[in-house]
């Protein structure tokens, strides 16, 4: 499998994680979740700042707040290349995040990747059964990728 990863960086976030790191949380976790078949997967990541993220998580989701991560599903089949959709993260979110919980930024923008890319492929975490299924992939491609449970309670 191929994957056609963009990368955009939206002006004023300062400090945004590597491409590498993101390409290759995103490439575990299509791998992990049985997109491996032949052919190219296409992604896009936009890096974005609070207010964007508000922005778009009010006009999207009906919730006037930034969040760490929206993603927007194409799931579009094409001969040989799956569209497979976008995901907008926000640096801050994320960042404020990692510190809260004593991680790690790269362990939070990797674990906010593969969580964006599994919505992509429509994982879900409304109800109990589907966040169990969700966080157990999560989890399980986070240790491929060498990191702790992400959702481990630190003490």
């Not at 923008?109 to 589907?130: A, N, P, R, S």
């Amino acid at each position: 499998m191929n994957v056609e990863f963009e990368l955009a960086v939206a002006p004023g976030v300062d400090r945004p994680p590597a491409a590498d790191l993101l390409r290759h949380a995103a490439e575990t976790a299509l791998d992990m979740a049985g997109q491996n078949a032949g052919g190219s997967v296409q992604l896009s990541v936009r890096i974005i700042d609070e207010a964007e993220s508000k922005a778009l998580n009010a006009h999207y989701r009906g919730r006037n707040y930034a969040t760490n991560v929206l993603s927007f599903p194409a799931q579009v089949q094409l001969p040989g290349l799956l569209v497979l959709g976008d995901l907008a993260v926000c640096a801050a979110v994320v960042e404020r995040e990692a510190a809260e919980q004593g991680k790690t930024t790269a362990a939070h923008w990797t674990h906010m990747l593969v969580h964006g890319v599994l919505h992509l492929l429509d994982f879900d975490h409304i109800d109990d059964d589907e966040a169990d299924i969700m966080e157990t992939l999560e989890r399980r491609i986070l240790a491929r990728l060498g990191y702790a449970d992400p959702y481990a309670r630190v003490i």
